[in-house]
């Protein structure tokens, strides 16, 4: 299908980077959308809230400046992640914040709502929706998202069980509008598998924790390097919801990766208020499977054009 304008292009690669929370800052998101790529952030990782509205207008301006000066350089566009929980007690602010400043793409998690979807759509612009399975993504597309984010087995922070492969074909059956993959995607060649799947853009997270300019802890970034699939846990005791974190650092906070608790929904929490002992993701570090394919701390200009370099190669390979 074609791609509505804010997704389509012409992007250096066809590339979402994920919004990952406390990591993903104004600066991480600017050189993501001047490397030509999707840059992405969650709204609560700006506190206090007061600060959401410099950082949209921090990365709208150095973007702004960028393309002046290199008229010829493609600056992708930013996408601002809601957290649709009733625990967000900043939801309805953040939303204002939103709609004031015209956030190109928006992408909504752990909720659906129409009322939010509307008011995207009011200034034109677009919803993307985290699912894990097909009957999210159905709910999704009745209340008025644009497209969905398939999160399938593997992939970083809340994820789902599902195999891409399975999950994306589901969609696909019912739905040609816009679908982002994301799940252990950290080499080019995988970028590349995600669209021969049905994708049209692969959601990449755990590559951009290790970048200089991810706002992550020197700890978690080399953490990521030095880690592998095997040092992936797969738990829902941290939040309430299922996700894939670091094995080192849940041992750093003094618990037994292979002998964790189970967690209740209702104890998901996205509010505002301080919490004591250990936390996702603040002490307990999200990381996709795919972190086997990082090897070192590069800035983010240097892993998009090696991210790029790897597509082109296995396009090339493909071919003969």
């Known amino acids: 299908m074609t791609l509505v304008p804010a997704l389509a292009g012409p992007l250096t690669l066809p ?20 490397a030509g790529i999707i840059g992405a952030f969650p709204a609560l990782n700006a506190r206090p809230a007061a600060l959401l509205s410099d950082w949209i207008q921090q990365i709208d301006e150095e973007n702004a400046s960028f393309a ?53 759509h009011s200034y034109g612009g677009i919803v993307l929706h985290d699912v894990i399975d097909d009957e999210f993504a159905r ?31 589901e969609i696909r059956s019912w739905f040609d509008g816009p679908l982002l993959l994301s799940g252990a ?3 080019g060649s995988s970028i590349l598998a995600a669209q021969a799947a049905g994708a049209d853009l692969a959601y990449v997270g755990s590559a951009f924790l290790a970048t200089h300019e991810a706002n992550a802890a020197p700890d978690y970034k080399q953490m990521i390097v ?36 189970v967690s209740d929904p209702s104890a998901m929490d996205f509010s505002s208020q301080a919490v ?13 499977q795919g972190i086997g394919a990082i090897e070192e701390r590069v800035s983010v200009a240097a892993l998009v054009q090696s991210l790029r370099a790897q597509y082109d190669q296995a396009r090339k390979d493909l071919c003969g």
């Open 15 to 34: 590339v979402v980077g994920s919004p990952l929370f406390i990591c993903s800052g104004p600066e991480l998101v600017g050189a993501q959308c001047r």
């Open 68 to 120: 002046a000066a290199d008229p010829d350089a493609y600056v992708g566009p930013f996408a601002v992640n809601q957290i649709v929980h009733r625990s967000n007690d900043r939801l309805e602010q953040d939303m204002a914040v939103i709609v004031e400043h015209q956030v190109p793409i928006v992408i909504t998690s752990l909720g659906a709502r129409t009322e939010i979807n509307d008011a995207v």
């Open 139 to 169: 709910k999704a597309i009745d209340k008025g998202a644009d497209g969905v984010i398939a999160v399938a087995a593997g992939a970083g922070g809340h994820a789902g069980t599902q195999s891409p492969f399975a999950l994306v074909r």
């Open 185 to 187: 995607i950290s080499h």
């Open 226 to 261: 030095d880690s592998t699939a095997k040092d992936i846990v797969y738990s829902n005791l941290f939040t309430g919801v299922h996700g894939n974190y670091l094995r080192g650092s849940i041992e750093a906070a003094g618990m037994d990766p292979d002998d964790l608790g």
């Open 276 to 288: 004591d002992g250990p936390k996702a993701w603040r002490d307990i570090w999200g990381a996709g």
